[in-house]
């Protein structure tokens, strides 16, 4: 435990990928958690491809500015932090191309548009080095390793005369090394596995050359017209690929940590002290880890939950949704979770985060498999329009200056539009303002949700 400046303590919470608690002993946080006497604990879980260094980073920032908007405010009372660290993954940064100001929801009918996510530029050295470290299986590592050698060795042979049926061999090792990497398959989540059509696709040839037309390192068309070199189209898929697979692993982490390590974590701390509020924060993939451990609670008479705030969430919009109106035919993953959350559930989303409204729908239409890809939203994200078929719900607006003027409701989702605040894309050509969230509106809006619990 350490504390801020202004004596608030702050705790580390270090999860591993199959959601074991490293660090601090779970029995050594509680005991803290209440010696402490914390009525009210913010909880944050940062997002996808972040180092310990910079998850607390993050959190230096945002604690105390959440601090300063929440003391003093009716409803919150002595007030404590944990920051979750948790093995992310990293894709190599690269020069996409931004799109238009008006197409960041063109990815969701799945229509090709005129960008490139720069991938191409890339060796398969460079992702497979850069992905190694989120791999504790030195098996898994090797095996990353030697994907990047594969597509590297591939692109030296593309301009020779190599036969098509040689050709066809690398593509079938290089996707059978991949596919050995791949989770399994979530229990009714449906919504979240749309990727799964190129992951564990039986032809890769067309596949990835599918994979490149989408992430826009081949021409549309390409897949199936045989237009150009497709070997090189599909090397170049192969690497979009790996790209899809670093977020399938995330996602598939977070809903793991949270569901098997947070959430009984979290009820264990209510079963200790009914006082305790904890206010849920995630980010990117961490909204997912966070909103996941609302699954891992028995009941909402054993949860200390009092809000739920998802910034620019990386996970399905439908994750919370009714069976009516979900075009996935059943209730979201985390529909019955719900009533965990005693206070509000808030999702931020602005049409500046690319990454979210943009390339991550891209994941799900890359093999044009799914017969009912075209229904609107199918695969978009919480960070490109929010809470999807939920009631009680709302919308409201962001303004600027952050300050919102609202009164929240307990049980009521919230979809907030952020753009006003979340829209910094300068020198980030293919997330945009996905992380823009640094940011005292953002923190404002963390205590305002926190004091409106039941």
Do not use: C
């Not at 190599?162 to 090792?173: F, G, I, T, V």
């Not at 791949?182 to 990727?195: A, M, Q, R, T």
């Not at 808030?346 to 498999?369: I, N, R």
């Not at 009680?392 to 600027?400: G, I, R, T, W, Y």
């Amino acid at each position: 435990m350490t504390r801020l400046a202004t004596n608030e303590p702050t705790w580390d919470l270090e999860f591993e990928e199959n959601g074991r608690l490293t660090a601090p002993a779970a029995r050594d946080f509680l005991d803290q958690v209440i010696a402490e006497g914390v009525d009210d604990l913010f909880l944050f879980s940062h997002g996808w491809g972040t180092s310990k260094d910079s998850a607390r980073t993050l959190y230096n920032t945002m604690f105390p500015m959440i601090r300063d908007a929440a003391t003093g405010t009716a409803g919150i009372g002595r007030i404590g932090f944990a920051g979750i660290y948790w093995p992310s993954l990293w894709f190599p940064p690269t020069q996409a191309t931004p799109p238009p100001a008006d197409a960041a929801t063109q990815a969701e009918n799945g229509a090709v548009v005129d960008l490139n996510a720069g991938t191409a530029a890339l060796s398969g050295t460079d992702i497979a080095k850069s992905l190694q470290p989120g791999f504790a299986d030195p098996t898994q590592q090797q095996t990353v390793t030697e994907i990047g050698r594969l597509i590297d060795q591939g692109e030296n042979a593309a301009g020779s005369n190599e036969p098509d049926a040689h050709k066809e061999e690398r593509l079938r090792q290089i996707h059978q090394l991949l596919t050995s990497l791949v989770p399994p398959p979530p229990d009714g989540e449906f919504e979240d596995s749309g990727e799964s059509a190129l992951l564990l696709t039986t032809d890769p040839k067309t596949a990835y050359q599918a994979a490149a037309e989408a992430f826009g390192s081949a021409p549309p068309g390409s897949a199936t017209q045989g237009i150009g070199d497709w070997f090189s189209h599909a090397l170049n898929g192969a690497k979009d690929a790996m790209r899809v697979l670093s977020y399938t692993i995330m996602k598939a982490r977070a809903g793991d940590i949270g569901r098997s390590g947070l959430g009984p974590l979290l009820e264990s701390l209510h079963s200790r002290s009914s006082s305790v509020r904890v206010h849920l924060i995630g980010h990117s993939f961490g909204a997912r880890l966070v909103s996941f451990a609302l699954s891992g609670i028995s009941s909402a008479a054993r949860s200390p939950v009092a809000s739920l705030l998802l910034l620019q969430g990386a996970f399905s919009h439908w994750s919370f949704a009714h069976k009516k109106d979900n075009p996935f035919g059943s209730a979201g993953a985390l529909h019955a979770f719900a009533d965990r959350v005693h206070g509000p559930l808030v999702a931020t989303f602005s049409v500046f985060d690319w990454a979210v409204g943009v390339w991550y729908p891209k994941a799900s239409f890359l093999a044009q498999e799914d017969a009912q890809a075209k229904t609107a939203g199918r695969w978009g994200g919480m960070g490109s329009d929010g809470y999807q078929a939920v009631n009680p719900s709302q919308d409201l607006v962001m303004p600027a200056n952050g300050t919102m003027n609202v009164q929240f409701t307990p049980g009521t989702f919230y979809r907030i539009n952020a753009a006003n605040v979340i829209n910094h894309v300068q020198g980030e050509p293919f997330s945009g303002a996905h992380s823009d969230i640094r940011k005292i509106p953002v923190a404002a809006l963390a205590a305002e949700v926190a004091a409106a619990h039941a």
